[in-house]
C-alpha cells in the first residue's frame, strides 16, 4: 500500500516531518513558505486518521506511526534520513529511532513528549483519553500545554480544526499506560 504524503525539495538532505497529536502535515503553515527545496527534501506524513489518511483505519498507535515512517522511507527508496517532530511526533520519531537507529542520520525534536514511558493518574488518563470524543476535553489539553496562556479564540479554533481534520476513534485505547500505545484520534 502506497502510503500519501506531501513533499517539498529535491535536495540531497532527506527529512520526514511528523506532526502533533491533534494535527495534521498542513499545520506546519507559512514555514513550509521558507524550506530550502535545492539542499533538503522534505517529506509531511499524515497518520492514520487524520489529514490525508483521515480514512485509513488502524490501531493509531505510535509503534504504526513508525512502522509508516519506516515502510513510507522505503517506498521513497531513503536508507537513511533524518526525522524532525513536533510534540508527539517527536515521540513517534524517537520510536522510529529505537526500531531503525542505522536508519536515522539526525533527530530533532520540537517540545517533543518524552519517550520514556509515565503513568497517569484517573483524571489525566480521563482526559487524555476522553479528548477523542470530547471537545472540552481536546480544549482543555490545547490549554494546559500552551501554559494557559492562549486566548480563547485561539484554544476555539484549534479545537474546531483538530476535530475537522481527523477521524473519530474506532474503539477505546487497551492501555492505560502513561507511555501511549495509543494515540487515537478524535
Known amino acids: 500500500m502506497a502510503i500519501a504524503h506531501r513533499r517539498i525539495g529535491t535536495g540531497p538532505v532527506r527529512v520526514i516531518v511528523l506532526h502533533d ?4 502535515s ?3 503553515g507559512s514555514v513550509l513558505e521558507h524550506l530550502d527545496p535545492e539542499g533538503f527534501s522534505y517529506v509531511f506524513l499524515d497518520y492514520r486518521g487524520y489529514g490525508e489518511r483521515r480514512d485509513v483505519s488502524g490501531r493509531y498507535s505510535l ?3 513508525a512502522d509508516d515512517v519506516l515502510e513510507l522511507a522505503d517506498q521513497l527508496g531513503w536508507d ?3 526525522l ?3 510534540s508527539m511526533g517527536g515521540k513517534a520519531a524517537q520510536q522510529v529511532l529505537v526500531r531503525a537507529p542505522e536508519r536515522i542520520e539526525k533527530l530533532i525534536g520540537i517540545a517533543p513528549v518524552p519517550a520514556a514511558p509515565y503513568e497517569l493518574d484517573d483524571a489525566a488518563h480521563a482526559l487524555f483519553h476522553g479528548a477523542a470524543e470530547d471537545p472540552a476535553k481536546r480544549r482543555a ?3 494546559l500545554v ?3 496562556r492562549a486566548s480563547r479564540h485561539w484554544l476555539d479554533r484549534m479545537v474546531e480544526h483538530s476535530l475537522g481534520v481527523s477521524r473519530p476513534r474506532p474503539s477505546p485505547p487497551t492501555s492505560r499506560a502513561g507511555s501511549r500505545s495509543t494515540c487515537p484520534p478524535r
Open 146 to 148: 500552551t501554559g494557559n
Open 84 to 86: 524532525l517532530g513536533h
Open 21 to 24: 497529536w491533534f494535527g495534521t
Open 80 to 82: 537513511t534520513f533524518s
Open 63 to 65: 509503534g504504526e506511526i
Open 26 to 28: 498542513a499545520n506546519w
Open 141 to 143: 489539553i490545547l490549554d
